[in-house]
């Protein structure tokens, strides 16, 4: 089945860059419905050309996936987002680039870490801040203000 059929069935997704966790989700779900070789090429990348290793055969399959998979990526983005990537040719710099700048999941833990303290805080808004330290000959918990 050529890939501008499987893009055709799936109900179009267009990555604008706040969709990043169902549009990748969507995404995956056809590399899988095209091949375990596709979603491979997306996930860790193909053997580079000049791999000494690799028959002409091989090499041209490699090449073959990846143009697949690129042209997937390629028919799901917005406009906007195509432009930021288009010099990328391939399929898993493409996919790695855009985790990298879209997916939130990620980023979660750090804005966290960045709110203030007293917003972390689990005690009442009326008690003082204590902290918990351990002495170090025995790691028996003190107390501070």
Not at 18 to 44: A, C, H, K
Not at 67 to 85: M, W
Not at 96 to 118: A, G, H, I, M, Q
């Amino acid at each position: 089945m050529s890939t501008s059929g499987l893009v055709d069935m799936v109900p179009l997704l267009l990555l604008d860059g706040s969709n990043y966790d169902s549009w990748s989700t969507r995404i995956l779900d056809i590399f899988r419905t095209m091949g375990p070789q596709i979603e491979r090429v997306v996930d860790v990348s193909i053997s580079p050309p000049n791999d000494k290793e690799l028959s002409f055969e091989e090499e041209e399959k490699c090449i073959h996936l990846n143009a697949q998979a690129t042209n997937v990526l390629f028919s799901v983005l917005s406009e906007d987002v195509f432009k930021t990537i288009m010099p990328l040719e391939d399929a898993h710099l493409i996919w790695t680039t855009l985790k990298e700048r879209y997916d939130k999941s990620k980023c979660d833990d750090v804005l966290f870490l960045e709110e203030p303290l007293e917003e972390c805080s689990t005690s009442s808004p009326c008690e003082k801040p204590q902290v918990t330290t351990f002495d170090d000959q025995d790691n028996h918990p003190t107390s501070t203000l």
